[in-house]
């Protein structure tokens, strides 16, 4: 049987390998920030004809306002334009172009998002975050052990770090549904670990006479196997067939959901049991 645990530097290597080049891109160059962070107009309009969404972006392209992906349908009719920080001019002059390519368009409303709005958001993000990864600390330290608990906080930041480098390194929009995939991924990614954990506490308690803690971890980990492996698959099938078939308003919020996914399935097995076995290592290392 191939041991995990007894290859786990194996792991640790290619997890720095993944999470480095993303630190490296964040600290440089930072996040490309929507307007949910940055600020901008949030302008709602009503056509008095059907017209393609594709339309619409393309008026919103051809004045350089801001991206297609932040025009989104929010009726038969009526469409939600995100902008960057425009004038009065600027607005004029965006609705005098819808109004000319689409054959007349009547605005509902027009609001400016200011930049403090957006800060509060990342704070809020960040906030939740860190309650999140200390009630699962509390919650499993309770449960198993306050080792067990750090190994699954690491896990869960390792598995954040590979989806904030990557959206860092390709230069991904990041806006407030980006926010909603990572603390989706947060909850996701505890959940295989959650039960590793708890089949390791159970073979704990019918441990044979001489048997390692490492080849105890690993055969606790074969025989979680083919759930962690049914799981990721049914929940990657959903997620690709959105991907591929989903508006393009949500793939960035699909591709995080993607990368969370998978990289919370291996940090599972071998990031967060590997460095539980690691804490108990030098744990019995300094009492002897």
């Given at each position: 049987m191939f041991s995990f645990i007894r290859h786990r530097k194996i792991w640790y290597i290619l997890s720095l390998l993944v999470v480095l080049p993303g630190v490296v891109s964040i600290v440089l160059q930072g996040f490309n920030l929507g307007i949910d962070f940055t600020g901008g107009n949030l302008m709602e309009i009503r056509a008095k004809q059907n017209v393609a969404i594709g339309d619409v972006r393309a008026v919103v392209e051809e004045l350089k306002y801001g991206?297609?992906?932040n025009v989104q349908q929010s009726g038969e009719r009526d469409y939600l334009i995100r902008t960057k920080n425009l004038s009065e001019t600027e607005s004029a002059k965006l609705v005098s172009a819808l109004n000319e390519k689409l054959?007349?368009?009547?605005?509902m409303q027009n609001n400016m998002v200011g930049p403090v709005m957006g800060r509060e958001l990342a704070f809020k993000a960040i906030l939740a975050l860190l309650i999140a990864a200390v009630l699962m600390l509390i919650y499993i330290s309770y449960r198993f052990e306050p080792k067990q608990g750090i190994a699954a906080v690491i896990a869960i930041v390792h598995d954040i770090l590979v989806v904030l480098g990557i959206f860092s390194i390709f230069r991904l929009e990041v806006n407030s549904t980006f926010v909603a995939a990572v603390l989706t991924i947060t909850?996701?990614?505890i959940n295989d670990t959650i039960v590793i954990f708890d089949r390791i506490r159970e073979n704990m308690r019918s441990r044979r006479k001489?048997?390692?803690?490492?080849?105890?971890?690993?055969i606790s980990i074969w025989q979680t196997m083919t759930r962690s492996i049914n799981t990721i698959l049914t929940v990657m099938f959903v997620l690709l067939a959105l991907f591929i078939i989903g508006h393009s308003t949500v793939k960035d919020f699909l591709l995080a959901l993607i990368i969370g996914v998978v990289t919370g399935a291996y940090s599972s097995v071998l990031n967060a049991s590997p460095i539980w076995v690691d804490l108990k290592l030098l744990e019995q290392k300094k009492q002897a």
């Open positions: 991206a297609s992906d054959g007349g368009v009547t605005l909850g996701y990614s001489g048997e390692s803690l490492e080849d105890l971890v690993n």
